[in-house]
């Protein structure tokens, strides 16, 4: 997989779980998890080291994109069904309230 395949999934995945994909105003595709958003420079940044085996999903986002931790669940869900693609899909969980 290179790094397009792994955006393109990630984002395919997110709007299949149902979070919002929108473009920001830098022309970047980005994922809406309630108040917080990651964007495709924000995905290229994480991959690869984001599919390894036994990585701490939520630090590898912390170093990226400061200050999301609602992002942390819903993105180990999506690597996790990158990383195991029979992995049924459940509902979604919006992080109400982060500022």
Known sequence: MDIQQ??????SIARKKGFRIETNRDGLTQIDFGNKKLHARHLRA???????DGVA?????EK???G????????????????NPKRVATGIEVCE???
Do not use: H, N
């Open 57 to 61: 999903i939520s630090i590898i986002i």
């Open 46 to 52: 994480m991959f690869p080291a984001i599919l390894e």
């Open 68 to 83: 999301r931790p609602c992002t942390f669940k819903p993105m180990k869900e999506i690597i996790a069904e990158i990383k």
């Open 6 to 11: 792994f955006i393109d999934q990630v984002i």
């Open 97 to 99: 309230g982060a500022t």
């Open 64 to 66: 990226v994109a400061p």
